[in-house]
C-alpha cells in the first residue's frame, strides 16, 4: 500500500539530512529520485524535480524507480519535492495516470 505524505518545506529538508539510502539515488533530466531510512519518517520514497523541462527520460526513471520501490515489500511515505518543476505535457501526464492504474 503506498502512503502518500504531504511535508512542509522545512520537514522536507530535514528529512534529506540524516537519511540513509535504501536504493541509491539516480537522476535523469530534471528528475532525482531517492528511496531513504529517515530516523524519524521511517522508509521515505523521495522525488526532486529541477527547474527544467520534464523529459521522457524522467518520466522512465519516476516509474522504474517507485516500482523498485514497491518492490522492496516494505510501508514508505512519498514526498514530492515539486517546487521548481515544469507542468507536464498532456502524453506525459497520461502515461503516469496509465503507469499508476496498472500498477495499484
Sequence with gaps: QLVCV????ALG???????????????????TMHFEAHPT??????MEAASAPITDE???LLERYS?????????????WDLRQ???????QTWRCIRWGTEHK
Design 6 to 9: 504531504c511535508m512542509p518545506t
Design 85 to 91: 518543476c515544469q507542468v507536464p505535457g498532456m502524453r
Design 67 to 79: 516500482l523498485r520501490a514497491c518492490e522492496r515489500g516494505e510501508k514508505f511515505g512519498v514526498l
Design 58 to 60: 524522467a518520466i522512465d
Design 41 to 46: 519518517l521511517g522508509a521515505v520514497l523521495r
Design 13 to 31: 529538508d530535514a528529512a534529506t539530512s540524516s537519511a540513509d539510502p535504501l536504493i541509491p539515488s539516480e537522476s535523469a533530466g530534471c528528475l
